[in-house]
């Protein structure tokens, strides 16, 4: 009889190992609505920044430190966007798994072709990121290829899962392709905007539009009065498509340009979640596109 019970449990055990879901945890929306769309059903996805943050100024926080803790596969976006906070998660989570160098390690900017990486760096400069422009996940290719390795990590922690990973990540590819034709549509190549901060580059090379000054004095400094003045004048002398901004930071200050010169300011979503009709990333770029339209 015990060895009949011994059996049974076993059985259940092993069964609920067998069919135990992927835990992912993710910095940001963007990033978490990716590993669903590669995931589905055979994985859980936690992602730590709210989509009304600015995810440059992150504070780590015990509940992240848990939820690190208990994490197979942490994403994130990578290029010390998450500096001031991700280096402490990892380390205080004691969680092997997602250490440097491990599979469970996951930088997102891997598998993207980086632009704007400077020469040299010093705080003359701003905030400037020294590995290059971080807010690439506006580009679909960028994203393609992000998917790609997103379905090879899965398959390789969960190797009897590898056939459904790889049947959904052919599902993305097929919408991003029809997705693509969709927003060919969109007239902006030639188009020109002011930015409130560097955030639209990669966007702007893919889409064939250019961004002629930025509402910063530096990356990461807010305007002074002089600098305003400047960009008034220009503003009004060349009389750009618009000014974008994103909803968490310089908002004022556009509104004030958009006022004063009667170009329209541009609210762009930067991420999943930031709007109610940005769902997924489809949805989210579907909105950006219009918007810039």
Known sequence: MRKIVFLFLISILFATTAHAKVQVVTTMGWIGSLAREIGKDKVEVVSLIKPSQDPHMIEAKPSMIVAVRKADILMYNGLDLEIGYLPRLIESSRNPKVQPGNAGNFDCSRYVTVIEKPETVDRSMGDVHPLGNPHYHYSARNVANIAAGMAKTFSELAPGDASYFNANLAIVQATLRER???WAVHHLKGKKFLSYHKYFEYLARDF????VGYVETKPGIPPSSGHIENLIEMTRKDRPAGILVTPYHGTKEVA??????????????HDVGATPAAKDWFTLMDQVLGLLE
Do not use: D
Not at 260 to 268: A, D, P, Y
């Open 180 to 182: 693509q034709a969709r």
């Open 256 to 269: 004030f340009l958009s006022h004063k010169t009667g170009v329209r300011g541009i609210v762009v979503p």
């Open 208 to 211: 064939g539009f250019s961004i």
